[in-house]
């Protein structure tokens, strides 16, 4: 299963997000929804980069795992910007989840300190 877990500040604004696991739906290279979250989330990142001039601090590994985390302090246009472009991302994860809900479960959790 792919375990999404998106952190919230105290203020609602997405601090940071991480993807682990596989979904197991179908053999590696025909899996719709790996390929998907893998395509929504980087996709995110790189709209975040590509948008704001922003580089998130990214982890990713070869096993399925990637955490992206958002600056702190980033001016208010900057901070606005990505925050549209990662709720977007959770719109479009939240869409696969309902769809494919044995095979994907997303998590928000709020920051405990900022």
Known sequence: MIEITV???QSEMIQSFAISGHA???KR???IVCAGVSAVS???INAVHALTGITPLIEHKEDGFLSCVIPDHLS???NEKIQLLLEGMVVSLKTIEEEYGQ?????FKKQEVE
């Open 29 to 31: 290279g025909k899996d």
């Open 7 to 9: 952190i919230r500040n």
């Open 76 to 78: 208010d246009e900057a």
């Open 42 to 44: 980087v996709g995110a």
């Open 24 to 26: 197991f739906f179908a």
């Open 103 to 107: 095979h994907i479960q997303i998590t």
